[in-house]
């Protein structure tokens, strides 16, 4: 998981 | 964003469509669990706090305005849901069969959101909290189908809606697993437990319902 943690799911 | 994904998101839009269609056409809550619509708001609220928070700084694609429009349509559909159960439709709800405690459900989960999360902050244990909710959000709606023992053939397409939607889920992380080399342990681990929850549900929607025969528990 990358360090800018982007939740892109709903 | 693949098929997988696109179709999840679809069938649970449908799910929500089904809920609505079924409390207009029947002009009744009956065999709805105010509870699990209750949770699932919470869930929306925790998790989409977002929308609250500047977009100025992010870099605009598709897909953010795609998830700022279907998290609109998920609180406030929820929101409308609950004001017709406590309100429009009240007198067909009947509490005596939706009696699961679902206090329990929300230190449990607030319990670990603080125990596992990816950061320790508000926002984050909030969304990892929404996470870990969402997955056992339908207990109180089974329990009460378990209590009932059967329910309307309406109903039984909207749980089935709404399970088959987060097993598509499944199949989209194993996409980009693959693809993205995306991974993410509590959704993943939550998506697993919330689609095994509907096991016995959809054993009993596949033999009875699909064949055209009442909702009933064996």
Known sequence: RDEKNVKDEL | ?218
């Not at chain 2, 609180?75 to 405690?101: E, G, Q």
């Not at chain 2, 909710?133 to 089935?160: K, N, W």
């Open chain 2, 1 to 218: 964003m693949n098929v997988f994904r696109i179709s999840a998101d679809l069938l649970h839009l449908l799910s929500i469509f089904i809920l609505l269609l079924k409390m207009q056409k029947t002009r009744s809550v009956a065999g709805i669990s105010f509870k699990t619509q209750l949770l699932y708001t919470i869930v929306f609220i925790a998790r989409y706090l977002d929308l609250f928070e500047s977009h100025a700084e992010k870099s605009f694609e598709l897909v953010t305005l795609y998830n700022i429009v279907m998290k609109i349509i998920f609180i406030s559909s929820s929101v409308y849901t609950l004001y017709l159960m406590k309100k429009k439709f009240r007198a067909t709800y009947d509490p005596n069969t939706d009696t699961f405690r679902i206090e329990y459900l929300l230190a449990l989960c607030l319990f670990l959101a603080l125990m596992f999360n990816y950061r320790f902050t508000v926002m984050e244990v909030l969304w990892t909290f929404s996470i870990y909710l969402e997955a056992v959000a339908i207990l109180p709606q089974l329990f009460m189908l378990s209590r009932t023992g059967e329910a309307e053939t309406i109903t039984t397409h909207y749980l089935f809606a709404l399970g088959f939607y987060r097993a598509i889920y499944l199949l989209n992380w194993i996409w980009r697993f693959h693809m993205e080399d995306y991974v993410d342990w509590i959704v993943w681990i939550s998506g697993a437990v919330q689609t095994a929850l509907y096991s016995d549900f959809f054993y009993i929607y596949y033999k009875k319902v699909l064949h055209g025969e009442k909702f009933v528990l064996p």
